[in-house]
Every structure is written in structure tokens, then in C-alpha cells.
């Protein structure tokens, strides 16, 4: 049986580590070079990817990238609304705001105290998950 999708029930720890164990290893897109994109994909991937949204890393700080982000989220938006096309684009954007945001979380080394407001309101959804996360070095 796949242990990505166990058929009894799993405790609290159980389903964590099963949460966190299938975001590492699913592919969430393959981009236009049929490569296989996900959370845990390396560093340079995860550049080319926002490259490809034209998009450049240097002296960005996390806020500005989530600022870019949304403006490529609105335009994506108008132009598969007005053309219906493939929303690669979309998942793309997606991706990368979580990453950017499990980044955000790994700055302050999941500690939800230790956040300023912004970061600890999106965290608040995962607060339970912070002390497991620290304490199964996730």
C-alpha cells in the first residue's frame, strides 16, 4: 500500500508528518521545460521559475517578491479571463507564494512569537504545526 495515502487512521503527529511528507514529494506543475516543480525543488528552480515570470531575485527582500507576485497574480488573471488559457502561469504564482512564505516561516525558525504581525497572521492557520515542525527538524 502507498504510504502517501494510508487507509486507517493516523494520529495528530501521524498526519503532520504526512502533510509536510506529500508537499515535499508532489510535483504541483511541470513547467514549459518539462521539468518537475515543487516546494522542495532547489534553489536555482525555484529562481529560473520566477525568472520566468520575469520576475529578478536580486536585492529583493521577501516582501517586494510577494509584492511582484501579486501584480503577475492580477495580470494572469485579466488574461485567462479574457483569453482561457492554460493557467501554468497560475500555478507557478502559486508555488511560489508558498515558498515564499514557508521561507518567511524558516527566518524565524517556525517560532510563532518571534514573528512580526504580517507573518504571524499567516501562520496563525499553522500555529499547532510550529512545534512539530521544530521538533521532527521538518
Known amino acids: 500500500m502507498n504510504d502517501l495515502f494510508p487507509t486507517h487512521k493516523l494520529s495528530f503527529l501521524e498526519e503532520f508528518l504526512l502533510y509536510h511528507k506529500r508537499m515535499n514529494f508532489v510535483t504541483l506543475y511541470v513547467n514549459e521545460n518539462n521539468d518537475p516543480i515543487s516546494l ?3 534553489r536555482n528552480t525555484i529562481a529560473k521559475e520566477f525568472k520566468l515570470l520575469d520576475i529578478d531575485l536580486q ?8 509584492e511582484l507576485l501579486e501584480i503577475r497574480r492580477q495580470e494572469d488573471y485579466l488574461i485567462r479571463k479574457i483569453s482561457k488559457k492554460s493557467d501554468l502561469v497560475s ?3 502559486f508555488l511560489l507564494t508558498i515558498h515564499l ?3 518567511e516561516y524558516y527566518l524565524y525558525d517556525y517560532d510563532y512569537e518571534a ?3 504580517k507573518v504571524k497572521k499567516q501562520f496563525i492557520g499553522l500555529r499547532k504545526y510550529s512545534k512539530l515542525w521544530k521538533d521532527n527538524k521538518i
Open 115 to 117: 514573528m512580526p504581525g
Open 59 to 66: 536585492d529583493k527582500t521577501i516582501s517586494q517578491l510577494y
Open 91 to 93: 500555478k507557478r504564482i
Open 40 to 42: 522542495t525543488s532547489e
Open 101 to 103: 512564505d514557508h521561507l
